[in-house]
């Protein structure tokens, strides 16, 4: 079998430490403030790291390298610390750490917060922290007890030794004065107290009482708001622009160009919102303007037929087609999706003398600080980036090009003042980076023994890499790997003696980003459809089929065992309803999903899903379950509502109306089943996204006969 | 325009046709409620107006004026309202954009139907999206809310 041409997210990642060096150097920040090991004084805090504070007063403050967007990384990376450091869990408080150098990510190489790794990648880092810290405490309370390190143990923010005993924020002030051991040992796994501990959230008493600080929230004396109006098109430019009917609202401050549009710069958010509704602006309209979602489909189409770029092959496809049993073909296709997240996009900007301040929930500090100081003509390490909480993430808010940032900068620099520039939930949408419209057609042959012997796989949509700074580390041979990533390197490929996976990459004028789970939110659809579109063909149950196929494959086999035997997949479904199922690697982790779906006046309706997940050791369970049940959620916005069309160039949905996500009375109830594991961790945040869609349509097929292909799933009328 | 937000008066220099939204946010600094599609179709500024459920981003504030406003930050002194507990036992949130609107909208609920059914929790919460889909969290922390606040116990 010939060697895949493109490394998978996993290869690029276990190879990262390598390829990192690079990106390293590429977003150096030289100078940037350091957070050397502080010498405190008496009263100061114990500062052994760059990822905790000890107080005097016990509290333990965790700095957090990873932003929290709902996906629970502001519990789990102190838990690690908390585990290692022997914390009281109820004096932990927790921090986002601005943007600095020694935050970069473990394996990226820059601080962000994205493909499901946070967790994983943090995993030796916390706790190492945690453990520097322990026993720098511990060794100031040896001194204290005049005993040895070795005499003492600690216990819920206590080092004890004998009947001594003392609390660690008594220990601050001579531990500070202690050098940081070189090493220190990190417990046995079957000590763990805390990791593997389902753990309550420590963000919810700010989020249930409305104090939780998001970028959209912050103020400060002076701050203005601005609206910015963009072209309707993708790639259009303000020709010229009349502000006089903007100027006369009350409120109104100042309207400035900036070069992505023209900004109304208010006192408030309303002033500046009905100021830029007043805007006259003739736009040219550029090259885009006739974009047709549509006819981009039919090109798709056309390129399916046409040999592309090999990213997997083995074999001789065509020969064993030839002289297969049996043969499938199937054409599959997925829309462009926004990402909408609750919280529309926004950025505080504050520029001042050698200084430029940012407030936002941002996934990419690094990149973001970058470029606010190319536009300022700052230094990197003179921009301060302050993160907030993010009201979702999702992938929108990782930009390569930081497009809410550069922008909010622009404008703050434009009309010389604080601005908070604000995007209304029409600018969202319309704002384009969105999951990339894909159109997969497979052909496959069976055996006589209804397994398959040969599988051509064309994918085509637009790269979501190409152009940007990940380009030269995860496009290779031509080969985008989020575009086929979960196709190509399939499980069920690697047994298939002849296959080909190929993609085309078509550039479209359209703005595209990752968008959770990335090419997985696709492939798994196609790929799990299809596999029940075999098992049909060969007259097979699907899971009894999917064991055929996954027999070398250990983990894909544990969870979807799990999830059928929890699911009933033996017994009758209740009246009127049917199951269908689908397991997917993804990030590190493997899912497998079963749902019950009835179809009710035409319409699917999801009633259960067992989700069965092996994300290796679960550090936080509680948030495990969570992101399962919010991964479905996400899943079934796009498997059952969401998509964009695009017509003259112009978007044509513009808010939760028209661009439908799934609402509380169309919610399954979700069961999650994790499987015990003491392999390291993998992600999590995106991995319960993926086997909903296909799962769902199995189940559709079951019920009404009829496949659905195409996203969101759509019956007939 | 005087205003009663929280049990407190407030004068504030506003256009009658501004949302209540933007007055409560930008002109008054209570944040905690939400910015999310300015349609009435997403809940996330879900505020009470004499104990009723309405969405700030479409009442003008000339429509509230004279009335008394809840907001999230005056739900309860100190954060205790049954549904805030409720949301804490059952660990609800998570980027937590959407739920100072989904607690408002719970509020209520449970204010007019102490001991809500399925049903009416579809009814009364469907125009509250989370992106997150915390939506079962929700549902079983509306019913835990309903039982914290049958025991009467703050």
Known sequence: ?717 | MKLTINGAEHEVDAPPDMPLLWVLRDLLGLTGTKFGCGLAQCGACTVHVDGAPRRSCVTPVSAAAGKAITTIEGLSPDGRHPAQRAWAELDVVQCGYCQSGQIMSAAALLAAKPAPTDADIDAAMTGNICRCGTYQRIRAAVHRAATLAKGGVS
């Open chain 1, 1 to 717: 079998m010939k060697a895949v041409t493109a490394p998978s997210r996993r290869e690029f990642l276990k190879t990262g430490a390598l390829i990192s060096g690079g990106l390293v150097i590429g977003f150096v920040i030289p100078g940037a403030k350091r957070f050397a090991v502080a010498q405190p004084r008496p009263g100061r805090p114990l500062v052994p790291n760059a990822f905790l504070r000890v107080g005097s007063d016990d509290t333990v403050t965790v700095l957090l390298a990873h932003s929290e967007m709902g996906q629970g990384i502001w519990t789990a990376l102190p838990m690690l610390i908390a585990e290692e450091l022997d914390a009281d869990w109820s004096k932990i408080r927790v921090e986002h750490a601005e943007a600095a150098p020694v935050y970069a990510h473990t394996v990226f190489g820059m601080q962000m917060t994205g493909g499901s790794t946070s967790t994983w990648s943090e995993f030796d880092r916390y706790r190492q922290a945690g453990a520097t810290a322990r026993a720098l405490l511990v060794q100031a309370a040896a001194q204290r007890f005049g005993v040895k390190p070795a005499d003492c143990r600690t216990e819920k923010g206590v080092v004890i030794a004998g009947n001594q005993r003392a609390r660690y924020g008594e220990l601050v002030a001579a531990a500070a004065k202690l050098p940081p051991p070189k090493t220190v040992p990190l417990k046995d796994p079957k000590d763990w107290k805390i990791i593997g501990k389902p753990t309550k959230r420590l963000d919810t008493p700010e989020k249930i009482t409305g104090r939780a600080q998001f970028g959209m929230d912050v103020r400060f004396p002076g701050l203005l708001t601005a609206v910015v109006a963009r072209p309707p098109v993708f790639g259009g430019k303000v020709r010229s622009f009349d502000a006089t009917a903007a100027k006369a609202i009350p409120g109104v401050r100042k309207v400035v160009r900036v070069p992505t549009g023209v900004a109304v710069v208010a006192d408030h958010f309303w002033a500046a919102k009905l100021g830029r509704d007043a805007l006259k602006i003739e736009w040219d309209l550029g090259p885009n303007a006739g974009l047709d979602s549509t006819a981009l489909r039919e090109q798709f189409r056309r390129l399916a037929g046409t040999p592309g770029t090999p990213a997997a092959e083995a074999g001789n496809v065509a020969d064993a087609l030839g002289k297969a049993a049996k043969t499938i073909e199937a054409e599959y296709a997925v829309p462009y999706l926004a990402h909408a997240p609750m919280e529309p996009e926004n950025c505080t900007v504050r520029i001042g003398p050698g200084k430029c301040e940012i407030w936002t929930g941002t996934q990419f500090q690094t990149l973001d600080q970058r470029l606010a100081a190319q536009i300022t003509g700052l230094k990197p390490e003179q921009v301060e980036v302050h993160t907030t909480f993010l009201g979702g993430g999702f992938g929108r808010r990782a930009n390569p090009t930081s497009d809410f940032v550069s922008e909010a900068v622009q404008v703050a620099k434009a009309a010389n003042a604080p601005v908070k520039t604000v995007w209304t939930r029409e600018d969202d949408v319309h704002g384009g980076y969105y999951r990339p419209a894909y159109l997969h057609r497979a052909r496959i042959g069976l055996g006589a023994d209804g397994l398959p012997v040969a599988w051509r796989h064309t994918v085509v949509g637009q790269s979501i890499l190409v152009g940007t700074p990940f380009e030269p580390f995860l496009v290779k041979n031509g080969i985008d790997a989020t575009s086929v990533e979960g196709a190509f390197d399939a499980p069920y490929l690697k047994d298939i003696p002849n296959h080909r996976v190929d993609l085309h990459s078509p550039k479209t004028g359209i703005p595209v980003l990752w968008w959770r789970s990335v090419g997985h939110s696709h492939t798994a659809f196609v790929m799990e459809s299809l596999i029940d579109e075999l098992a049909q063909a060969a007259g097979k149950d699907p899971v009894e089929y999917r064991r055929a196929l996954l027999k070398n494959h250990r983990r894909h086999l544990g969870v979807l065992n799990l999830a059928v035997e929890k699911a009933g997949w033996g017994r009758r479904p209740p009246q009127g309803r049917a199951r269908g199922v689908a397991v997917h690697e993804s990030f590190g982790s493997f899912a497998a999903q079963v749902a019950e779906v009835s179809v009710e006046d035409g319409r699917i309706r999801v009633h259960r899903v067992v989700c069965a997940i092996d994300c290796g050791i679960a550090v936080n369970p509680e948030t495990i379950a969570a992101q399962m049940e919010s991964g479905i959620a996400f899943g079934l916005s796009a498997a059952l509502h969401s998509a964009l069309h695009i017509k003259d160039g112009r978007v044509q949905e513009s808010n939760y109306h028209d661009y439908r996500v799934l609402r509380m009375n169309e919610m399954p109830v979700v069961e999650v089943h994790i499987v015990p594991s003491t392999e390291k961790p993998g992600g999590i945040g995106e991995v319960g996204v993926p086997p909903i869609a296909p799962a769902v349509a199995n189940a559709v097929a079951v019920l009404t006969g009829q496949r659905l292909r195409e996203l969101p799933l759509t019956l007939p009328t």
